[in-house]
């Protein structure tokens, strides 16, 4: 096991496992039962990631269950497509919801009776006020509202329309039914607030059963008490709820009492963490879809080769606390770079090529040296690659008129070639335009594996692939999708987006042990990055996605600035 791996399972410590030690030790409960309760109207986010490793962490941390419940009230913007998706990442992530797999649908029935047992008690009525009146009459956080004037409709009246809207009789927003609380109350939330609406829509599971549905704050906090949850764990925009779900437990006959806490949720730079904007940058085609390798999503993350071990690792570090912040993006970036490190097959590329002919090298030999498959873990053992007096190398790795530190190459400069020869660069041949095509070089035979017997030194290692054996390859490196560390900062999302956020190279070179390997499997294209295999190869053309490059400012800031690393 990897010291990354040992680290994950170290128990996290902070406010809501304090709660469940505290819960449990007084008997409050025998048993902790969590739920992840996401709405299937996007793809999950990194954000999601927290929730969930929060959630089923703890189930798993005080052996209790954790339930997966998609909290499915909004037929209009839900979708199966969803539903598969968010089960996928769920389990991708790492977790596994057994046999409690919900949907706040599975409690329609429950809920409508409910809504007819507050009817019935005078704690509901049907106002068939528009939503622009209902609005007019809230009032503002430092107004009261004022009543509706259909507030004091009578039990019978309210039961017969609410049964008439069930039975389809009004279109779309005619009615609504309202909990009676409180107009002139501190906290909106409790201003008489919308339980049921009429749409006439169908709803992924139940179909056409329903024309009227709960609204997300009705359905949501029964759920909970219907499945038992103890300890309901939530973001802090929830907190102003908090008051209207215990006015429901209240006032209903629910088998039992969970109780909510407030999170603070992630938020990332560079990176935006809301569906309803991760939604419209799929629908305008500013990304390729939901698991396009520049989202934030778990889809986007899988494809573009973070390991879910990097994730759940990531969020281990930022902890849960109370108070919101923004966690810079690189320390995401180096709990990914400090597993693939470890794991990842080091692996030669060319992005941008540049050719090379060695003109000692005969023309008719091609040998076959060693390679090592990991430095980080002997026990990866080594592989064959091929040479010959043909080789390619990164354009980058030349200069004609280097500047001072430049070791790399240039005419006149020895390079060492990894786990090759030394290589002296001789001449530039350049084309009609001027750009530098092709270097002539020559080699030192007695360097074989690149090491010098008379021990002369090289300040530069390079990475190759042959001529006789390299594969043309599609690589598609990343940038941030934003160009600011606030997107949206300034009111337009969209203003923001980084127009180079991904560029693709058509003409690379990759060595032949990278076209077998699996879609997604991370490798490291040698003093590149790490790399994964994109679902877009065809067994003629592999395609490969930067999952991170290797530079890791994150790590340099935290050095330098003497913080922990
Ligand atoms: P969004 O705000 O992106 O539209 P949401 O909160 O409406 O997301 P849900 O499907 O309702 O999405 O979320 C399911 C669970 O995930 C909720 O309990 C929510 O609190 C939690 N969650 C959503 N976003 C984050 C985040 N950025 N950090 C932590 N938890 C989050
Ligand atoms: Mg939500």
Redesign the pocket.
């Known amino acids: 096991m990897t010291a990354t791996e040992t680290a994950s399972l170290e128990p996290a410590g902070d406010f809501v496992r304090d709660i469940i030690r505290t819960d449990l030790d007084a008997k409050r409960h025998t048993r902790v039962v969590t739920r992840?309760?996401?709405?299937?109207?996007?793809y999950?986010?990194?954000?999601?990631a927290?929730?969930?490793c929060l959630n089923f962490g703890v189930a798993r941390e005080f052996g209790g269950q954790c339930h997966l419940r998609f909290?499915d009230t909004n037929p209009t913007k839900e979708d199966q497509e969803f539903i598969d998706a968010i089960e996928r990442d769920v389990r991708w992530l790492g977790f596994d919801w057994g046999p409690h797999l919900h949907h706040a649908s599975d409690y329609f029935e429950r809920l409508y009776g409910w809504a007819e047992t507050l009817i019935q008690d005078g704690k509901a009525y049907v106002d068939d006020s528009s939503a622009d009146d209902i609005r007019a009459l809230r009032g503002t956080l430092t107004e009261a509202g004022k009543n509706s004037p259909y507030r004091d409709r009578g039990v019978a009246e309210n039961l017969d329309l609410f049964r008439r809207m069930r039975a389809g009789e009004f279109p779309d927003g005619a009615r609504v039914l309202r909990a009676k609380i409180d107009m002139t109350s501190g906290n909106i939330n409790l201003r008489d607030p919308v339980i049921y609406r009429i749409l006439h829509a169908a709803h992924p599971r139940t179909g056409k059963a329903w024309c009227i549905y709960p609204t997300y704050d009705f359905a949501h906090g029964q759920s909970d008490a219907i499945e038992g949850i103890t300890h309901s764990?939530?973001?802090l925009?929830?907190a102003d709820h908090r008051p209207l779900y215990e006015w429901f437990l209240d006032n209903l006959p629910v088998p039992s009492r969970p109780k909510q806490h407030e999170?603070?949720?992630?938020?990332l730079g560079f990176t935006v963490?809301?569906?309803?904007f991760?939604t419209d940058l799929v629908r305008r085609g500013a990304v390729k879809g939901w698991d396009d390798p520049r989202m934030p999503t778990l889809a986007g993350h899988r494809r573009r080769g973070v390991p879910p071990a990097a994730i759940r690792e990531f969020v281990r570090r930022i902890g849960v606390a109370k108070a919101n912040s923004v966690v810079d993006v690189g320390m995401f970036e180096h709990a990914i770079r400090e597993l693939l490190n470890k794991t990842a097959p080091r692996r030669m590329a060319i992005l941008r090529p540049l050719k090379v002919v060695i003109e000692n090298y005969p023309a008719d030999i091609v040998e076959t040296l060693e390679a090592h498959n990991n430095p980080e873990d002997p026990g990866a053992g080594k592989r064959p690659v091929r040479f010959g007096r043909e080789i390619y190398v990164e354009r980058d790795d030349f200069m004609e008129n280097p500047p001072k530190k430049f070791y790399r190459l240039s005419p006149g400069r020895e390079v060492r070639l990894r786990y090759a020869y030394f290589l002296t660069c001789r001449e530039a041949v350049k084309n009609p335009a001027g750009e530098v095509v092709e270097l002539r070089c020559t080699y030192d035979p007695t360097t074989r594996g690149g090491d010098s017997p008379d021990g002369r030194k090289v300040q530069a290692t390079l990475h190759w692939v042959a001529a006789a054996d390299a594969i043309p390859a599609e690589i598609r490196l990343y940038g941030h999708l934003f160009m600011r560390p606030d997107p949206g900062a300034d009111g337009d999302f969209f203003a923001d987006l980084n127009p180079e956020s991904l560029e693709i190279l058509r003409d690379s070179l990759i060595e032949p042990a990278l076209a077998s390997g699996k879609i997604g499997e991370p490798v490291q294209f040698e003093r590149q990055g790490y790399f994964c295999a994109d679902n877009d190869s065809t067994p003629e053309r592999p395609v490969f996605n930067r999952t991170v490059g290797l530079r890791d400012s994150w790590a340099k800031a935290k050095a330098s600035s003497g913080g922990p690393t």
């Open positions: 992840f309760p996401p709405e299937p109207n996007g999950l986010h990194i954000g999601h927290k929730s969930i909290d764990l939530c973001t925009e929830f999170f603070a949720r992630l938020n963490l809301s569906k309803r991760l």
